[in-house]
């Protein structure tokens, strides 16, 4: 069946430190990867996502690009904020459908210090 | 920005009590989520729901489960005898038609079984 592997956390930074949490997937045909991040008290929010291979999501400073020959969607932003801190979440969607389930990974805890 | 709005936010309960989580979707949307993470573990696909029933539901989603949309607001999963390894946090999801719809994630309900 599909499943997600992240790396685990927490992964801790100091403010203006580079992230990369890792992503990969096990998943038939070709399904659409997203990643999601929960602030303290708050919902599952979508943070980026790509639907096909090659493609780069981005939103908010973060970046991942769907890389189907190594089956990754590594998440990476630049210079991290304290306001970053939060669990991050990669998603699939199976190429069923649309309306599809998400198969998620067990979450990467990451705390941004000044 | 419209939400998922799923309450109680916390709720405890006693071995062997059915209990109801309740979720207002988005109004315009036509599918619906259960999910629950298990402190420090993945977060797992529960049920979906399409047109006044059931699309598909996951291993975890036996006889003690189920699911209502009683009156075209609210969305409920009851879980009608609850067990010790019941207790997780549950999020609701709903989703809009088409493939520019993504999902809305309430802020989820952490269930404690005592």
């Known amino acids: 069946g599909n499943s997600v592997t992240q790396m685990e956390g927490p992964v801790t930074l100091s403010e203006e430190a580079f992230l990369t949490i890792n992503c990969t997937y096990t998943?038939?045909?070709?399904?659409?990867l997203f990643w999601y991040v929960q602030y303290p008290g708050e919902g599952l929010q979508l943070l980026l996502k790509a639907t096909k291979a090659d493609d780069k999501g981005s939103n908010k400073g973060f970046e991942a690009t769907y890389r189907k020959e190594t089956t990754s969607f590594h998440l990476e932003k630049g210079s991290v904020q304290v306001s970053d801190s939060a669990v991050y979440f990669c998603?699939?969607?199976?190429?069923?459908?649309?309306?599809?389930?998400?198969?998620f990974g067990t979450g990467t805890r990451l705390q941004v210090t000044l | 920005e419209p939400e998922v709005t799923q309450t109680p936010s916390h709720q405890v309960t006693q071995m062997g009590q059915e209990v109801i989580l309740r979720c207002v979707p988005i109004?315009?949307?036509?599918?619906f989520y259960w999910y629950r993470q298990i402190l420090g573990q993945k977060v797992e696909f529960l049920v979906s729901f399409y047109n006044n029933e059931i699309s598909e539901k996951s291993e975890i989603f036996d006889d003690q489960f189920s699911v209502e949309r009683p009156d075209g607001s609210n969305f409920t999963l009851k879980i009608r005898s609850t067990k010790l390894e019941d207790s997780a946090m549950y999020f609701c999801?709903?989703?809009?038609?088409?493939?520019?719809?993504?999902?809305?994630f309430g802020s989820g309900t952490r269930l404690t079984v005592v």
């Open positions: 999801a709903s989703k809009g038609a088409g493939t520019n719809y993504g999902y809305t």
């Open positions: 998943a038939t045909g070709y399904p659409s």
């Open positions: 998603a699939l969607r199976a190429s069923t459908g649309t309306a599809s389930k998400l198969t």
């Open positions: 109004s315009n949307h036509l599918y």
